[in-house]
């Protein structure tokens, strides 16, 4: 697992470098233009509650400034939950539950009331709406794929991404199921790769890349991203050369990080209803599935940027396999 000074990470909004010393560093340096995006991390790793202190790296040095803006943590010597899946044998799984229990009691205990309506219109039809129609732009090649009223894909044929949108939210019965006027303050980007585990350590898990302290969510946003990356394999997309040391004969890299992801789906679905119960927010992960598919469809012009228009499609079809699951949730609560 130990890695050499220099850079670790390159990524289109920042850089991360290891650091040596008697206490190794991990330094986050914004790239141009995402300076207020590291500025906002900043700004909550700086003002963290004791409760939370845990669950995020310890702020150790930092410097914001309008054309330049870094931070440095304690560098964590251990994987990501995506590396964590391309295991066998990871043991990952059998702490989860523990996991999204601290966030639903600690990170979604602070909440606000909002606006309903603008909430969801806003974050979860105007935004992956928008960004679908910026790709069909820049992809002309597309626009009908964007825009059919119905497209195939390898579960079998369903709406194309707009219908599938506009449908949804001219439906009552469906839309009932999602609105929410309650925000709390959430990660934002709570994905396999931004979690980090190390069963050795008091706090098992280390949360990276939280969005900042501007971000107040429905909770169903923070879960439709692990969803994203459980359901959808958002992280398969995006590097599709997954390896694993397997210990299974006969089960590829990715089946192993599939099933594992399966596996973690499970638990947080059972996490989700246990939550619902308590807290009486019954439509919680029906909810958590919708946000999931928004996120899919936002995530399409990231896709494109980085690895062009076959992996924008296969972001948005794996979005649209998820309506399956969506709908069945839906039925079952309808007759529940």
């Not at 009331?113 to 820049?138: G, M, N, V």
Request: with cysteine.
């Amino acid at each position: 697992m130990q890695r050499s000074p220099g850079i670790i990470y390159q990524g289109p909004q920042s850089q991360i470098f290891l650091i040596e010393g008697n206490i190794p560093r991990a330094r986050k340096v914004a790239a141009h233009g995402a300076e207020h995006e590291v500025a906002d991390q900043i700004e909550f790793l700086s003002c963290l509650p004791a409760r939370l202190a845990s669950l995020f790296p310890p702020l150790l040095s930092f410097s914001k400034a309008a054309t330049s803006s870094w931070y440095e943590t304690p560098y964590y010597d251990c994987r990501t939950l995506r590396d964590e899946f391309s295991l066998p044998a990871t043991t990952a799984l059998d702490f989860l539950p523990e996991l999204f229990q601290v966030i639903s009691n600690n990170l979604h205990s602070v909440r606000a009331f909002i606006s309903e309506h603008d909430y969801i219109k806003s974050t979860y039809f105007l935004r992956p709406r928008k960004r679908l129609l910026e790709l069909a732009k820049q992809y002309p090649k597309i626009n009908s794929y964007i825009h059919a009223s119905s497209v195939q894909t390898p579960s079998g044929e369903t709406r194309g991404p707009i219908e599938w949108l506009n449908h949804f939210e001219d439906t009552e019965s469906q839309m009932n199921f999602v609105t929410s006027s309650l925000v709390v303050s959430t990660h934002g980007q709570l994905g396999l790769s931004h979690i980090l585990f190390d069963e050795n350590k008091r706090s098992r898990f280390i949360l990276l890349d939280v969005n900042g302290v501007h971000r107040n969510f429905d909770v169903a946003y923070d879960w439709g991203k692990v969803l994203q990356c459980t359901v959808c394999l958002y992280d398969s997309i995006l590097q599709p050369d997954i390896n694993s040391i397997s210990d299974q004969p006969g089960k590829s890299a990715s089946e192993v990080f599939a099933l594992n992801c399966t596996k973690a789906t499970a638990i947080l679905e059972e996490h989700l209803r246990e939550q619902a119960s308590v807290t009486g927010d019954r439509s919680l992960l029906v909810r958590s599935y919708f946000a999931c598919i928004s996120h899919m469809f936002s995530s399409s012009t990231y896709c494109a940027k980085i690895g062009g228009i076959e992996m924008a499609i296969r972001c948005i079809e794996a979005g649209l396999e998820a309506t399956a699951r969506l709908d069945t949730l839906i039925g079952v609560a309808q007759n529940g």
